[in-house]
């Protein structure tokens, strides 16, 4: 099963989404998906495991995760006590880029890395803040005042503000999340891709890394991860190619050698078939 793309208006005149206090059911819940838009996730009660990136991590009330936008993530909710949380869309286009001479930028958080942990496990008194942050945005959103989009946005710029002072003290290594039933191994093998996920695609060879058989490996992946190896690798693939189009004045040839295509016509198929578009016609959509 190939991570379902899920859509966000790009003409929308104000680019964020709320879904309040959901309770997430496993039957319910997506399977693993990305999206352009960045996410913040609150968790208010129950408990359940998100997978993000490369790392899976335990849900708890009190945690904030912070998904940055073109990352691979699900969520597997308990089913006796379900995650009730609230999820925060938005494109990065709704936070400033000004830094003021300052190292701090709010774009930081979403820095998508193999070395950061998405999980915030918020302290009681930022926790009740960022709570009633988000009553405070799903009131603005239903009263509609004068104002209320700037006032929202600036709601979530403070909130983003004063949760980037605490991410020092929050920050815990990737690997203290996984659990007895995910080898550390297994752990290894997914930063592993996330260094190099172009040198990572020969099943084979990446098992032998590890001392497991290719077969053993590939099992434990569609197990945990949901989605086989080939098509984990070829999403993270596409994921760099959209940083590359995005970021660099690279010739897409480049691009499609860069992210370990040994030919433009497949990079190209692959490309159109995930994200919809040509590599050359997302190039151009995501610079305006």
């Known amino acids: 099963m190939k991570p379902i793309v899920k859509p966000f208006p790009d003409d929308h ?4 989404s709320m879904v309040y206090k959901d309770t997430k059911q496993p039957q319910s819940e997506l399977p693993d998906h990305i999206h ?30 912070v998904i940055p936008g073109n990352t ?3 969520a597997f909710p308990d089913k006796q ?17 000004e830094t003021y001479g300052e190292a701090f930028s709010f774009h930081q958080l979403f820095r998508s890395s193999s070395a950061i942990s998405y999980k915030l496990a918020l302290p009681p008194i930022a926790a009740a803040n960022f709570s009633a942050m988000i009553d405070e945005l799903k009131l603005e959103s239903e009263r509609r005042g ?3 989009r700037h006032m929202i946005a600036a709601r979530l710029q403070l909130a983003l503000l004063e949760i980037s002072r605490l991410v020092p003290a929050l920050h815990q290594p990737s690997f203290n999340e996984q659990n007895a039933a995910r080898p550390e191994w297994f752990a290894e093998a997914l930063a592993h891709i996330d260094r190099d996920v ?8 990446l098992a032998a890394l590890y001392s497991v058989s290719p077969e053993h490996f590939s099992r434990l992946f569609k197990q945990l991860i949901g989605m086989t190896f080939k098509t984990y690798i070829n999403t993270k693939k596409m994921i760099h190619a959209k940083e590359l189009l995005v970021t660099t004045d690279l010739k897409i040839s480049a691009i499609a050698l860069e992210c370990g295509f040994d030919s433009l016509p497949h990079f190209h198929r692959m490309f159109k078939r995930l994200t919809g578009a040509a590599p050359a016609e997302y190039r151009q959509t995501a610079s305006r």
């Open 146 to 148: 004068h104002g209320y």
């Open 81 to 97: 006590d379900p995650v009730t949380s609230t999820a925060l869309f938005f494109n990065s286009s709704i936070l400033p880029a």
């Open 13 to 16: 005149p104000f680019p964020l």
């Open 36 to 65: 352009d838009w960045h996410e913040l996730v609150y968790i208010y009660s129950g408990k359940g495991t998100i997978f993000i990136n490369h790392t899976f991590y335990q849900m708890e009330p009190g945690d904030l995760f």
């Open 198 to 205: 172009a040198g990572s695609s020969n099943l084979t060879e």
């Open 72 to 74: 691979i993530h699900r």
